[in-house]
């Protein structure tokens, strides 16, 4: 019984820890609102991440712009490459369903009546379900080689991360529980004067659940260097690899990256992605993008950022052809709760600069951290008018909104602004959560303690929960691998010990 109180103890300990930026991406599992007078207690109220916490100000050492940002402020004068040939981000009107194979993976030709006397393939027979429905789940670029230490200036790289094995495992998790990758931009439907709602549905084959799935930063920051991450994506013979640079000026291909191993998956399970979607790819621009020094600052390092340009685009647009697409997650990786109006005034700047020209135009916007910008204020406002409608945070409830704010809640249509959580799959929900008992009890819980006067919001999150325990946190156990350069273990033993 001590024990159950104990973890009970340590799971609060490690959502304030994880509430105070030890993840770069997600605030927390659980975050706490501050304007809840109970925050910060157990009895807080699981909420929607509006990362009010002023610790939340404290950015990680690792997502501060690059030293020499600072002294880069002057605008480039030099113009940037020219658009990508590939074509904006643009919601695809949906096409008739009941006769798309998933394209990409499927080399045979769909069959015509007129020359086909052999068996026709199976059409895939299709269902509308609604939009609501779709989870979205994110994680980082993987621990490619946890031998290399994981070691970074910010902290470990398994706190953010999962390794290779760990994000096989999630990938088949996943697709046993039926879920389906399909396209972000299949989710909301564009109006003429560009402001946007929610679709009514989306399509997935019978008996799919409908999946989005992000993978946020992939910047490959050269301050990560040796620690065990990979440096940079490479298309090689026709498909995407990740690469190494050795000491002695060679090279080293790995496919232990998420978007080899998501190719690979789906060549033995070509229906875990309906109409040939992928994964969208959360970019920000202050180290350049897909391990590449695109930025216009490294050009005061001596860096050729034409030819890096150059070279970056051929693996965005091997993406693009192969049904990835990408979202802003930023240019400085800031917190847009937090900051000035004047950091997301120049962020924009930044990205039109030195990131928009390379990927297109999208629609979906990732806060850093999970930190959301309400409806109705001058920073939302300006993103809106860049020409974002889908806008991401994190949290394990996995909700969505078309509506005001994030905090409210239901349906408010029309205000062109769509709220989506995403469920945080890190390497320290992994490792943390290991024992999916403790974690499955403690939440519930926690949910149960805090009451909820509107019975349906509350049936809708309990059940949107229920339906991700499934995905990942039934076989937690079995993700884990054991990480022997950090560890947790002792770490968590350690607050466990302080509290008795
Ligand atoms: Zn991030």
Partial sequence: MKRTVLIRITAVLLSLLSAIGLCACSKSNISVSTDDPSAGTSSGQPTVNTPSDPSEGQTSPSLLPLPSEGTSEEPSSAPLPSSPSKEPVTPTPSEDPTLTPTPSEDPTPTPTPSDDPIDPPEPV?????????????????????????????????????????????????????????????????????????????????????????????????????????????????????????????????????????????????????????????????????????????????????????????????????????????????????????????????????????????????????????????????????????????????????????????????????????RFTITGFTVRTYANAATYMDYYYNYYKSIGNDDATAKQKAQKNFDSLFEVSYNNMQEYCDPMQIYDHENRYHKILADEE
């Avoid at 990758?181 to 084959?205: E, F, Q, R, S, W």
């Avoid at 940079?232 to 026709?238: F, S």
């Avoid at 060549?267 to 790819?281: E, I, M, Q």
Wanted: hydrophobic share 35%; net charge negative.
């Fill in 125 to 421: 027979k299709t269902v509308e379900v609604p939009a609501s429905s779709v989870r979205h789940v994110f994680t980082h670029c993987l621990i490619n080689d946890p031998k290399k230490g994981c070691a970074t200036a910010s902290g470990p790289l398994d706190v953010d991360c999962l390794t290779v094995s760990e994000f096989e495992k999630l990938l088949q998790s996943l697709y046993d529980n039926d879920f389906v990758l399909i396209d972000i931009n299949d989710m909301y439907v564009l109006h003429k004067n560009g402001t946007a709602k929610l679709a009514p549905t989306v399509t997935v084959p019978e008996g799919k659940k409908p999946l989005v799935f992000s993978i946020d930063d992939v910047t490959y920051d050269p301050r990560k260097k040796g620690s065990g991450m990979i440096d940079r994506l490479v298309i090689e013979n026709g498909t995407i690899m990740g690469c190494y640079d050795n000491a002695d000026g060679s090279t080293t291909l790995t496919d232990g990256e998420v978007f080899p191993i998501l190719e690979k998956f789906l060549k033995t399970h070509p229906d875990f992605s309906y109409n040939g979607a992928k994964f969208t790819l959360a970019l920000t621009g202050f180290a350049g993008i897909l391990g590449y020094r695109t930025d216009e600052q490294y050009a005061e390092q001596g860096i050729d950022v034409a030819k890096e340009r150059e070279k970056a685009m051929v693996v965005v647009n091997w993406l693009k052809a192969n049904g990835y697409n990408f979202a802003c997650h930023s240019y400085s990786h800031n917190n847009y709760t937090n900051c000035a109006l004047s950091r997301v005034e120049r962020d924009v700047e930044m990205w039109n600069r030195n990131v928009k020209p390379l990927i297109g135009e999208t629609k979906v916007f990732i806060y850093p951290y999970g930190a959301w910008t309400n409806h109705g204020t001058a920073k939302h406002d300006l993103l809106l008018k860049e020409g974002f409608v889908m806008f991401c945070g994190t949290s394990q409830l996995n909700t969505i909104w078309d509506g005001k704010q994030p905090k409210e809640g239901g349906i408010a249509s029309g205000t062109g602004t769509i709220y989506l959580e």
